[in-house]
T-cell receptor, first 113, second 113 residues
Framework: DAEITQSPRHKITETGRQVTLACHQT?????MFWYRQDLGHGLRLIHY???????NKGEVSDGYSVSRSNTEDLPLTLESAASSQTSVYFC????????????FGEGSRLTVL | TQLLEQSPQFLSIQEGENLTVYCNSS?????LQWYRQEPGEGPVLLVT?????EVKKLKRLTFQFGDARKDSSLHITAAQPGDTGLYLC?????????????FGTGTLLAVQP
């Protein structure tokens, strides 16, 4: 069965360290997204990609970067982790630009001490 | 930032009771989705409503899109413990060649046996 997987599921890091969260999907979807979920804020879009070598900033992109070298993967990098980036991160994919239905991974819980 | 407000934020009810969750905005959306998220997992799509006034039923769940496509409601009849979870609405706006999804703040439902 096609799926979307995230790793690691849990990570604790220190302020200032670089962290990369992996996202891999086997749906062969063109569109991939990274969200963060925080209490009281719902899901907020960090970065998104509509295809290989395409990346775009979402509403909370400061301090994060992504790259898309193939269809299956969209890693999210925190260049210098801050305590404000403690959150649960979700990767998602969708098949088409006008098909807004998202398929989510199980999430990566990041704690920055 | 366009906001989708959900109410109530938290709801704890007994098995067998009925409930309604509301999703409101001042913006018009091309479609609206409802997701359910269980602890430790990513959100899963329940339904998409597209036409103003549209009503969709999924077993004991009834979804309605407002006539003006600015709001939506989710009604659950005879709630069961398996309905427990976080319910998220998400409004879609097509802007140029992109389809932006804006998530609501979420309603956490607990159904006690």
């Amino acid at each position: 069965d096609a799926e979307i997987t995230q790793s690691p599921r849990h990570k604790i890091t220190e302020t200032g360290r670089q962290v990369t969260l992996a996202c891999h999907q086997t749906w062969n979807h063109n569109n991939m997204f990274w969200y963060r979920q925080d209490l009281g804020h719902g899901l907020r879009l960090i970065h998104y990609s509509y295809g290989v070598h395409d990346t775009n900033k979402g509403e909370v992109s400061d301090g994060y970067s992504v790259s898309r070298s193939n269809t299956e993967d969209l890693p999210l990098t925190l260049e210098s982790a801050a305590s404000s980036q403690t959150s649960v991160y979700f990767c998602a994919s969708s098949p088409g630009i006008y098909t807004g239905e998202l398929f989510f991974g199980e999430g990566s819980r990041l704690t920055v001490l | 930032t366009q906001l989708l407000e959900q109410s109530p934020q938290f709801l704890s009810i007994q098995e067998g009771e009925n409930l309604t969750v509301y999703c409101n905005s001042s913006s018009v959306f091309s479609s609206l989705q409802w997701y359910r998220q269980e602890p430790g997992e990513g959100p899963v799509l329940l339904v998409t409503v597209v036409t103003g006034g549209e009503v969709k039923k999924l077993k004991r769940l009834t979804f309605q899109f407002g006539d003006a496509r600015k709001d939506s409601s989710l009604h659950i009849t005879a709630a069961q413990p398996g309905d427990t979870g976080l319910y998220l609405c998400a409004g879609a706006k097509i802007i140029g060649a992109t389809n932006k999804l804006i998530f609501g703040t979420g309603t956490l439902l607990a159904v006690q046996p």
